[in-house]
């Protein structure tokens, strides 16, 4: 069961790390993995009652490799720490499966009350590098928490959350459902702008205005198609074909492209 668990958290590392070359490089040179192995085995002793000696094994397990995950801290199967220095976990943080933390994370509390004061993390969550996740939070399935950002508040499934303090920039609740087929990506990129609303280094508001604005548009074609074909099936007459929105091929844009400098050249040259 060890074994088939570090084998398993190995090659998860492979999806998340371009830089992963092979299995005995990712064993032997990833100090978030080495973490995490450490706090297995500390966890077992700290469910034990061998508290101290937990406590003992995972302060090692600092100075071996920059990470702090306290002993009574949860954590599931697929987690991925990259870089990992700076890292702190609590004692009541609870992690999901196949989560990403990357170095400077830290899961702490806001309290020194005894009980739960540490965030909770869904499946999915990844976590910039920097980010502050603070208290007891309930941290939604697949949510994204961006670099240096201090979360105070819970993120719900999906989301994007950005700033200090934590705001929510982007859900993806409407981006499901006008993701169908592919056709929002194209739409989007035909208009040249982020189509998820948020970029990697860019939240920009227009964007996400003009964003929502495409999936609203998106979602009411669908719906205004779907209650004409009802209404045809009960045998009216109404609702002829929408026209289709044209996206053409890249390769064809790029020789327009082409050609509309050349033409400008020209102009100039005459």
Same mark, same amino acid.
């Given at each position: ?87 702190? $976990? =609590? @004692?009541? *943080?609870? %992690? +999901? ?7 400077? &994370?830290?899961? /702490?509390? !806001? ?27 309930? $941290? =939604? @399935?697949? *949510?994204? %928490? +961006? ?7 819970? &993120?719900?499934? /999906?989301? !994007? ?110």
């Amino acid at each position: 069961m060890l074994f088939r668990g570090i084998r398993e958290d190995i090659a998860s590392v492979y999806e998340r790390d371009p830089a992963a070359r092979h299995f005995f490089e990712v064993l032997t040179n990833y100090p978030g993995l080495h973490a995490i192995w450490i706090h297995r085995f500390s966890h077992c002793l700290w469910q034990w009652r061998l508290k101290w000696l937990a406590r003992w094994i995972s302060t090692i397990a600092r100075w071996l490799t920059g990470v702090e995950i306290h002993p009574g801290a949860k954590i599931g199967r697929r987690f991925f720490i990259d870089h990992g220095m700076g890292v702190v $976990i =609590g @004692e009541t *943080a609870e %992690i +999901g499966d196949d989560c990403t933390l990357y170095h400077g &994370v830290t899961l /702490g509390g !806001t309290s020194w009350k005894a009980g739960k004061r540490h965030p909770t993390l869904a499946n999915g969550v990844v976590i910039g590098a920097g980010a502050k996740v603070l208290g007891p939070l309930q $941290i =939604g @399935e697949h *949510a994204r %928490i +961006g670099s240096n950002a201090v979360v105070v508040k819970d &993120v719900p499934a /999906g989301a !994007t959350v950005v700033g200090i303090p934590g705001r929510i920039v982007a859900t993806s609740s409407v981006k499901a459902a006008a993701d169908k087929d592919g056709k929002r990506e194209a739409i989007a990129r035909k208009y040249g702008f982020d189509a998820y609303a948020v970029s990697a280094d860019n939240p920009d508001p227009v964007a996400t205005s003009m964003g929502r604005m495409l999936d609203h548009m998106y979602i009411l074609d669908e719906r205004v198609a779907e209650m004409c074909n009802a209404i045809n099936r009960m045998g009216g007459n109404v609702c002829s074909e929408l026209p289709k929105i044209e996206l053409e091929d890249e390769e064809v844009l790029a020789e327009k492209d082409k050609a509309e400098k050349a033409r400008s050249q020209m102009e100039s040259e005459e």
